[in-house]
């Protein structure tokens, strides 16, 4: 399935990723939680998640269950990461719930949304 998204607008999302990346970085070192070097460490401390979108979504669910405070900044550090992972392999935007493309105005609002609205009420 290839929906194009447009291009501009891609880059825009990947710059407002990056910033809230750098962001989430700096709350996390503020709380002396942990150091994070990279990318790869990080990836590091979530296990794989699988390549089903199913599986993916129903872990974070899981980790969301029983967090604090520092462990929902990963979990949103882990979702734009993902957003990120996704613009560079084209699949962004799309709901891992229902695969339409989720709203420009959502994702504009949530660079990180993973699921379009009608499936957020549904899950949430
Ligand atoms: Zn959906």
Same mark, same amino acid.
């Given at each position: 399935m290839a929906m194009k998204v447009d291009a501009a607008f891609l880059a825009e999302q990947k710059r407002l990723l990056e910033e809230r990346k750098s962001q989430l970085l700096r709350e996390l070192k503020m709380d002396g939680v942990q150091q994070l070097h990279g990318d790869n460490e990080y990836d590091a401390k @979530? &296990?794989? @998640? !699988? =390549? $089903?979108e199913d599986e993916n979504a129903a872990e974070v669910a899981a980790y969301e269950g029983n967090l604090s405070m520092e462990k929902n900044l990963e979990v949103s550090l882990f979702n734009v990461n993902k957003a990120l992972k996704k613009i560079e392999e084209g699949n962004? !935007?799309? %709901? =891992? $719930? %229902?695969g339409t493309m989720i709203s420009p105005e959502r994702l504009r609002a949530f &660079?990180? #949304?993973? #699921?379009c609205m009608d499936c957020k009420k549904k899950f949430m």
């Amino acid at each position: 399935m290839a929906m194009k998204v447009d291009a501009a607008f891609l880059a825009e999302q990947k710059r407002l990723l990056e910033e809230r990346k750098s962001q989430l970085l700096r709350e996390l070192k503020m709380d002396g939680v942990q150091q994070l070097h990279g990318d790869n460490e990080y990836d590091a401390k @979530f &296990p794989d @998640f !699988g =390549e $089903k979108e199913d599986e993916n979504a129903a872990e974070v669910a899981a980790y969301e269950g029983n967090l604090s405070m520092e462990k929902n900044l990963e979990v949103s550090l882990f979702n734009v990461n993902k957003a990120l992972k996704k613009i560079e392999e084209g699949n962004y !935007g799309i %709901c =891992e $719930k %229902c695969g339409t493309m989720i709203s420009p105005e959502r994702l504009r609002a949530f &660079p990180s #949304a993973t #699921a379009c609205m009608d499936c957020k009420k549904k899950f949430m």
